[in-house]
């Protein structure tokens, strides 16, 4: 949309090179949360893969 003369001129648009991209906790406590949690995560679908790979093994063996 072209800048007219008889109206105020367009805004420069924000340079997103100038804002911060992050502006979470960096504390110690909370890190050490965030990494647990993906120990959890990580830990829990393993645990789904071999649940899942014992189940398809015992069906497997009833037959």
């Known amino acids: 949309m072209p800048c007219l003369p008889e ?3 367009c805004r ?3 340079n997103p ?3 911060n991209k992050v502006m979470g906790d960096k504390s110690p406590k909370a890190t050490q949360k ?3 949690q993906k ?3 990580a830990t ?3 645990q789904k893969k071999s649940a899942a790979a014992a ?3 015992a069906a497997g063996k009833k037959k």
């Open 55 to 57: 189940a398809k093994s």
């Open 17 to 19: 090179q100038n804002q």
């Open 34 to 36: 965030k990494s647990g």
């Open 39 to 41: 120990n959890a995560k």
């Open 12 to 14: 420069r648009p924000v």
């Open 7 to 9: 109206k105020i001129p």
């Open 44 to 46: 829990s679908a393993n």
